[in-house]
């Protein structure tokens, strides 16, 4: 299963979107993942990274491995989270 994800950057982090988008793609509420977020990645560092810079969104993209799972987040003009299995 493949999980796109749009981040509301008003009402979310990035990392929180990271790991709903990882729950959703587990099939469990987030409290239920096997393995937390910060031990594949900081995600006090995720959210600096990709935070707005003087009002306009950096531009990127960030991926990494968590839970058997590869995560892509890339900033555009919005932020999008994408969970696929790991290959």
Same mark, same amino acid.
């Given at each position: 299963?493949?999980?796109?994800r749009?981040?509301?950057?008003?009402?979310e982090?990035?990392?929180? &979107?990271?790991?709903?988008?990882?729950a959703?793609?587990?099939?469990?509420?987030?409290l239920e993942?096997?393995?937390?977020l910060y031990?594949?990645v900081d #995600?006090?560092a995720?959210?600096?990274v990709?935070?707005?810079?003087?009002g306009? #969104?950096?531009?990127?993209r960030?991926?990494?491995?968590?839970?058997g799972?590869?995560?892509a987040?890339t900033?555009?003009?919005?932020v999008?989270?994408?969970?696929? &299995?790991?290959?």
């Open positions: 299963m493949t999980v796109h749009t981040v509301d950057e008003r009402n982090s990035v990392s929180t &979107a990271v790991v709903e988008a990882l959703e793609a587990e099939g469990v509420s987030p993942l096997e393995e937390p031990e594949s #995600p006090d995720l959210d600096r990709l935070a707005r810079d003087g306009a #969104p950096r531009r990127g960030i991926a990494f491995s968590v839970m799972r590869r995560v987040v900033v555009e003009d919005d999008y989270v994408c969970v696929y &299995a790991d290959s």
